[in-house]
């Protein structure tokens, strides 16, 4: 019996669909990982202040979310002690609030060492690493860190 190269092709099209619908069963089925992002600053304070409004937005709408603030160049200032928005209102107070909430901050030691900045200038409890960008480029492709820049 021939049987014709467009059923055969139709009849691989009906084996996938049947198998996308089918569904699992047990504990796995339910588990929904979380969605993971790291937020990157490197322009300084406003970019800053976006981010960390744009994080407290996030969790909102997404309690479980994974947020990771990687910073550098510029973009560390926030997370240095005594550092103040453009209202002079601290930023301690909004990190550690975060903190709070699961997220995590880290600060380039290539951009303290450039700019001679003590390492306990930094906002307890921020993680030192060694590189940013080869943090957010870590986080990314080893991680599956969705990547934003407020």
């Known amino acids: 019996m021939n049987v014709s190269l467009g059923?055969?092709?139709?009849?691989?099209?009906?084996s996938l669909a049947a198998g996308a619908c089918a569904t699992?069963?047990?504990?796995?089925?339910?588990?929904?990982?979380p969605v993971k992002v790291v937020y990157h600053i490197n322009q300084g304070n406003e970019q800053a202040t976006d981010g960390l409004r744009n994080a407290g937005n996030h969790l909102t709408a997404d309690?479980?979310?994974?947020?990771?603030?990687?910073?550098?160049?510029a973009g560390i200032r926030f997370?240095?002690?005594?550092?103040?928005?453009k209202n002079g209102n601290s930023y301690d107070a909004l990190v550690q609030d975060l903190m709070g909430k699961g997220v995590e901050f880290r600060l380039c030691n290539f951009t303290?060492?450039?700019g001679n900045i003590d390492p306990k200038k930094v906002i307890q409890g921020v993680k030192i690493v060694?590189?940013?960008v080869a943090e957010v480029s870590r986080l990314?492709?080893?991680e599956g860190y969705a990547y934003l820049k407020p």
Do not use: C
């Open 130 to 132: 060694p590189s940013g």
């Open 112 to 114: 303290l060492q450039r």
């Open 79 to 85: 997370l240095l002690d005594g550092a103040k928005d």
């Open 7 to 14: 059923k055969l092709a139709a009849a691989a099209v009906l």
């Open 63 to 73: 309690p479980t979310a994974k947020i990771v603030f990687v910073t550098h160049a």
């Open 140 to 142: 990314q492709r080893n």
């Open 24 to 33: 699992t069963s047990g504990p796995s089925a339910d588990v929904v990982e």
